[in-house]
């Protein structure tokens, strides 16, 4: 499985992004998919996660209500929209992928840099 992420860039604060992952591969439908991220001098920190119908979702409490995880199966894509977002919103994020639904992602991008300035 190769994940891609893409959409990455530096906004201000209170801007939007939309971040994409596209996946190789013919099982994406049966993934769980997440995304991460990781700021400079910190350790990787869990963001949000969807399920393989894109029913349900969960969200760190820190992006809760701002930040939007979806999946287009067709695509074999999983985004993530950020809104009013935040200059400690800024980090490398990763999107992976849970091939067992075993809550341990077994594949992961390369990242993409999210900037926030104030």
């Known amino acids: 499985v190769r994940l891609v992420e893409s959409g990455g860039g530096s906004v201000q604060a209170g801007d939007s992004m939309r971040l994409s992952c596209a996946a190789s591969?013919?099982?994406?439908?049966?993934?769980?998919m997440g995304w991460f991220r990781q700021a400079p001098g910190k350790e990787r920190e869990f963001v949000a996660r969807?399920?393989?119908?894109?029913?349900?979702?969960y969200y760190a409490d820190s992006v809760k209500g701002r930040f939007t995880i979806s999946r287009d199966n067709a695509k074999a894509t999983v985004y993530l929209q950020m809104n009013s977002l935040k200059p400690n919103d800024t980090a490398v994020y990763y999107c992976?992928?849970?091939?067992?639904?075993?809550?341990?992602?077994?594949?992961w991008g390369q990242g993409t840099q999210v900037t926030v300035s104030s």
């Open positions: 992976a992928a849970d091939t067992y639904g075993t809550r341990e992602y077994n594949y």
């Open positions: 969807i399920n393989r119908s894109g029913g349900s979702t």
């Open positions: 591969g013919q099982s994406f439908s049966s993934y769980v």
